[in-house]
């Protein structure tokens, strides 16, 4: 005769479910953390080398230029570069309320990977044998949003590492973003990659604007603004993907130093009136007059 | 995951875990009822799984510390934090020996583990922490190898 034997479903003891609390402390945590930050912005592509720290760098100073308290987390665990754009350095304070996030330029404050390593040429190296990679990344991730004492903020960017696939995970962490910024050139062959990019956010529902970054050349001598690529990609991305182009950036040598430099010049307010600048103040008006998530309150101890 | 003693159909609960330093892990469950026990036992694959995930089976003793999984796992970091200088009153004295005995504990936890001893000090009103005090809070703590 075989035994009765209830089934995991049957048993709804509380013992043993720890473990569901747990996570639902993670989530918690997470939420009480964004429930103080006003606007979340995902910064992504589904392609990399297109400039989306940079972007994310500038917008932010140009956000804290405008007055506003800024957040930037680097999400790119692998190939951390956010912090060293912003000028933000380490070592970081651990505070009773979480991790104090670097000061970054404008005083965006800045939580990053590069800000944990030993050395600036440091590779990120994890301990042991993980059996899952990604589960570990994930719980880094939540760990860098949950465990830093942000504070109030009016904007957090985001900026994610190069994969459709960590553009969805980000979701899983922020399931409603403000908007997600999606970065691409005017190159045909990003435009392809960017374009799944698009559609995997089109099913999830999340608001997506397009940011064409590197769109011209902005001659350093004359001020000209000439074309980098022929044709108009990213306008077909956007026709074809029914997306809207919240910013086409021109690259512009000085800026691309002085963001390197860890002195990213935001809009145009930092510096004489550039091409590069203004498209950057556009983008930060934009972001600017995103509505408050529900629940945030205004920003009141930067 | 659940454990059901077949005999009694009770829901075995947790009673301890034991970390040997090996990777492994043994977590040991007992039914409220036959006081029976079993302990399951994990390789370390499947213990580094359950830690990724930031979860510590049978519960926590101590609440979770800000970054404590990219804190103890990331093996290129260096003493990237700094301790927040305490925003209230009653702070604490490490005895020489403590401090001695504190260095012994690896750079990339130390903080967490020196704030931990900290807080659990502070609250007892106890002044300085000593060794001895030291092995009293891992006791109270469950704090295993710290």
Known sequence: MTRRIRTYREVTDPAGEDVVAQVVA????????????????LVASGKGGVGKSAVTANLAAALAARGLAVGALDADLHGPSLARMLGARGPLLMGSNGVRPAAGAGGVRVMSMDLLLEADDAPVRWRGETADRGVLERSALRELLADTAWGELDALLVDLPPGTDRIERALELVPEPSVV????????????????????????????????NMSHFACPSCGEVEPLWSGDAVEDLARRTGTAVWAGIPFEPALAAETDAGRPPGGSSAGPPSPAGRAIDALAERVAGLPRRPGSGEAADP | MKFLCVECDQVMEFSERTVPGDGTMAAVFRCPACAREMALLTNPMETRMVSDLGIRVGGRTVPAEPMELVRSTLETGGDAFAEDPPATPGTVRWSDPARERLQSVPSFVRGMVKRIYGEWAVERGIAEITPELMDRARAELGLEGM
């Open chain 1, 26 to 41: 993670q989530r918690g945590r997470v939420d009480a953390r964004l429930a103080r930050i006003g606007r979340v912005v």
């Open chain 1, 181 to 212: 910024l999606v970065v691409t050139t005017p190159s045909v062959a990003a435009g392809g990659v960017v374009a799944r990019s698009l559609r995997a956010l089109a099913t999830a529902g999340a608001p997506v604007g397009l940011v064409a």
